[in-house]
């Protein structure tokens, strides 16, 4: 059984039904199942590190709003370098100690999820780093700062990736409706970025998200069981 357990990643912007959908296929799978939030909103985590509550805790002390964003725009540009050296060294600090958090909580749920398949469960990872960074981190080529350097390296050399990506696809419109953020531009910049990812991703599924939900989990019943079913022959 431990042999057969693999990782499964639903990707999509915000609106597609990833939580709802990976929550449901921990229930409806005819096999045992493990749901991971493997995403950046803290506010989401079902499980993090010490360290990485305390930080957001201390954020909220001090009025920042609920950590509950997707991942970073692309085309967002970048502050721009402080002019001062005892502002450009507590930046520096500061980025140096994010990075280090962020490396240790992606490598803590990576454990996780390495522990879960050790007992013969398939992961479903709602959201997953891989994804949501990749056009941020990894693709974003020589605008990337240092620790953006370093985080696309672990993302892309070090950390392992899912067996299954599978994209749930919606018009811009559609996820505009369902959560009210953002815009259109940016929500239809997003789906070319999820979409980049069939090119460096092998078992990459896309899958309609505008249907009814219950087609939708459906649809990814079946899929995870004939990846599975491959798997096992």
Do not use: C
Not at 34 to 48: E, F, I, K, P, T
Not at 55 to 63: E, F, M, Q, Y
Not at 128 to 151: K, W
């Amino acid at each position: 059984m431990r042999s057969k357990a693999f990782s499964v990643a639903l990707i999509g912007p915000d609106g597609a039904g990833k939580t709802t959908l990976a929550r449901r296929l921990e229930e409806e799978l005819p096999m045992p199942a493990h749901y991971l939030y493997m995403g950046v909103s803290a506010d989401s985590s079902d499980r993090m590190l010490p360290t990485t509550r305390l930080a957001h805790a201390l954020k909220r002390r001090r009025g920042a709003a609920p950590d509950n964003a997707g991942p970073p725009d692309p085309a967002a540009v970048d502050k721009p370098r402080p002019r001062s050296a005892v502002k450009r060294a507590r930046k520096s600090v500061r980025s140096a100690l994010r990075l280090t958090n962020q490396l240790a909580e992606e490598s803590y749920r990576n454990l996780l999820a390495w522990r879960y398949r050790r007992r013969g469960s398939i992961v479903l990872f709602d959201r997953h780093y891989f994804s949501d960074y990749y056009a941020y981190d990894i693709a974003n080529g020589a605008r990337r700062p240092l620790s953006r350097r370093v985080h696309g390296w672990a993302l892309e050399r070090v950390y392992p990736r899912p067996d299954l990506v599978v994209y749930l696809d919606a018009p811009a419109e559609v996820l505009l409706a369902r959560k009210g953020e953002g815009t259109l531009e940016a929500l239809e910049r997003r789906r070319g970025d999820y979409l980049e990812l069939a090119r460096v991703t092998p078992n990459f599924e896309v899958v309609d998200a505008s249907r009814p939900l219950d087609d939708v989990a459906g649809r990814l019943v079946e899929l995870i069981s004939d990846f599975s079913a491959r798997r096992a022959a």
